[in-house]
C-alpha cells in the first residue's frame, strides 16, 4: 500500500493563479481531509469528505474548493491564489479512527 | 467554536528527563487521538482515548483521557532523542467528523 499520496511535493505560483492539489489513498478510508499548516502553528482543517460524493467545510474553507467522485481521490483546488494561502498543505484520510496524513504539499504564492 | 489547547507551547529537557504535554478541549469531546510531527515530517497518529479516564501506554509513552472527556495527558519518561518532534492532540465534536487539532507541544531534547 502507498498509503495517502500527494502532488506536487512543492509549488510557487503568482497571485491570482490557479491549481489543484493532488490527494490519493489506496487504503478505501471514507474519510478525507485537507489541513494547512502555517510555520508555528497546529493543523487547520479546510475541508473534508465523508464519502465519495459528499464534503464540507472546516473551519478555512474561504478560497479554496474541493469534490470527491471517488472514494480514493480528493483533490483540492485554489480558485485565485493569494499570499495569504502561502502554507505547507496536509491531505488525510481515516476510517473511523486516528488519521493517515500525507507527506504535505509546500505551497508559496508570490 | 470548539477550541483546544495545548501547554506548554514549547520545552526543553534533557536526555533522560520526563516530558508532559497537556491538553484542553472546549467542549466535551467523544474522543481524542494524539499525533506526533517531526521537524519537516507529516503527522503520525499515535493513539485514540474513547472512554472517560482511559489511560494506554506505548512503551515510554503513557496517555490519559480526563473524567470529563474534555482534557488529555501525554507524559514520556526518560527521553530519547529520537522523541524530538511536536505533539499534537486532536479531538472530534459530538455528532460530527470535523477534527480539532491542538495547538501542539515542541519538544527538543538536550543531549
Known amino acids: 500500500n502507498a498509503g495517502v499520496t500527494q502532488t506536487p511535493k512543492f509549488q510557487v505560483l503568482k497571485t491570482g493563479q490557479s491549481m489543484t492539489l493532488q490527494c490519493a489513498q489506496d487504503m478505501n478510508h471514507e474519510y478525507m481531509s485537507w489541513y494547512r499548516q502555517d510555520p508555528g502553528m497546529g493543523l487547520r482543517l479546510i475541508h473534508y469528505?465523508?464519502?465519495?460524493?459528499?464534503?464540507d467545510q472546516g473551519e478555512v474553507p474561504n478560497g479554496y474548493n474541493v469534490s470527491r467522485s471517488t472514494t480514493e481521490d480528493f483533490p483540492l483546488r485554489l480558485l485565485s491564489a493569494a499570499p495569504s494561502q502561502t502554507s505547507v498543505y496536509f491531505c488525510?484520510?481515516?476510517?473511523?479512527?486516528?488519521?493517515?496524513f500525507g507527506p504535505g504539499t509546500r505551497l508559496t504564492v508570490t | 467554536g470548539q477550541q483546544v489547547m495545548q501547554i506548554p507551547q514549547y520545552q526543553h529537557v534533557q536526555e533522560g528527563e520526563d516530558f508532559t504535554t497537556y491538553c484542553n478541549s472546549s467542549t466535551t469531546l467523544s474522543n481524542i487521538q494524539w499525533y506526533k510531527q517531526r521537524p519537516g515530517g507529516h503527522p503520525v497518529f499515535l493513539i485514540q482515548l474513547v472512554k472517560s479516564g482511559e489511560v494506554k501506554k506505548q512503551k515510554r509513552l503513557t496517555f490519559q483521557f480526563g473524567e470529563a472527556k474534555k482534557n488529555s495527558s501525554l507524559h514520556i519518561t526518560a527521553t530519547q532523542t529520537t522523541d524530538v518532534g511536536t505533539y499534537f492532540c486532536a479531538g472530534p465534536n459530538f455528532g460530527n467528523e470535523k477534527l480539532t487539532f491542538g495547538t501542539g507541544t515542541r519538544l527538543t531534547i538536550i543531549p
Open positions: 488525510a484520510s481515516s476510517y473511523y479512527g486516528g488519521q493517515y
Open positions: 469528505s465523508v464519502g465519495a460524493g459528499i464534503t
